[in-house]
């Protein structure tokens, strides 16, 4: 058997009409040599729909461990192909993602992760605009660390071999831990400190589906503030001083946004800027103190993808 080009993980839980779509929006690729693997670590057996584009291969494997890192590291250990991409089960693929990530990885001696453009989807039903927007025009490369994180976890690829030498993901960070967040800007992190670039591609696009309620949103906002503090506190314990200027400087963006939203009148964005920086104080102090991220199997926050 031929071996794959690119491996697609995405990590589920419990939401089989979500991935279901997310499935189906990839089998509308016409890129061939892709395999899907889905990992699931459902509480409840599911049937996967069926496969509609006849070279794309999915494998369905279960994951006893808990936590959203830990299901992505068990893929990419059963991934056989040498490039991966990632994106979430709440999210739809551009028809030419796999495309584009196909060219990209095709380029003599490249070297580094991609990703991409991240975009909204219109609210369904009562929900509320998704989170995690970013739809900058022009591509991009960056080298370094900055004041701002640039992989975003929902539309990523990445050489195998890069990942695997990177130590792969945090699982004490991350939907399912009681550090639900961050697993993408910790690697992204990590990747840029050992020299691997990370190149933004407009064309390379997802659509993050709005489908919370507000006051699922402000939980998730929630679990994003305690993910990012756990994110900034671990690697201020282990000396990193740049993490201490990185949280001040989050601090203050949400202590910005927070009073734009209410001289405006926003009172969704009130509950979610004020969810998120509580939760970012309460991650940072934990993990600045003990040097670590989260726990794994954390119930209340198992479904905060």
């Known amino acids: 058997m031929t071996s794959p080009r690119i491996s697609v993980l995405i990590a589920t ?84 993602w796999l495309e584009v990530i196909g060219r990209a990885a095709g380029e003599p001696g490249i070297g580094c992760a991609l990703t991409g453009r991240v975009v909204a989807g219109m609210p369904e039903g009562e929900a509320v605009t998704a989170p995690s927007l970013r739809e900058m025009d022009r591509e991009m490369t960056f080298r370094a660390p900055s004041f701002r994180d640039v992989l975003f976890g929902n539309n990523m690829a990445i050489p195998a071999e890069l990942l695997r030498r ?88 949400a202590g910005r946004d927070l009073g734009g939203a209410i001289v405006l009148g926003r009172r969704q964005d009130v509950l979610s800027t004020w969810a998120f920086a509580r939760g970012l104080v309460q991650g940072f102090v934990q993990a600045a103190w003990s040097g670590s991220g989260g726990r794994a199997g954390a119930a209340t926050l198992m479904e905060e993808r």
């Open 166 to 253: 990177a130590g792969c993901f945090d699982e004490g960070l991350g939907p399912g831990t009681t550090a639900p967040a961050a697993e993408d800007n910790d690697l992204g992190y990590r990747l840029l400190r050992a020299g691997v670039p990370i190149r933004y591609l407009p064309t390379m696009t997802v659509t993050h589906r709005s489908w919370r309620s507000g006051q699922e949103q402000v939980r998730l906002y929630r679990g994003y503030g305690v993910g990012q503090g756990t994110f900034y506190g671990k690697h201020l314990h282990r000396g990193d001083l740049h993490m201490a200027a990185r949280m001040a400087r989050n601090v203050w963006d």
């Open 13 to 96: 839980a419990d939401r089989p009409a979500l991935l279901a779509e997310c499935l189906e929006s990839l089998s509308l690729s016409r890129f061939s040599g892709a395999e899907v693997l889905v990992l699931d670590q459902s509480r409840r057996e599911h049937t996967l729909p069926p496969e509609r584009n006849s070279g794309l291969v999915v494998r369905h494997l279960r994951c006893p461990r808990r936590g959203k890192s830990a299901a992505l590291n068990l893929g990419v250990r059963e991934a056989r192909a040498s490039w991966l991409a990632f994106t979430d089960d709440d999210c739809r693929v551009a028809p030419d």
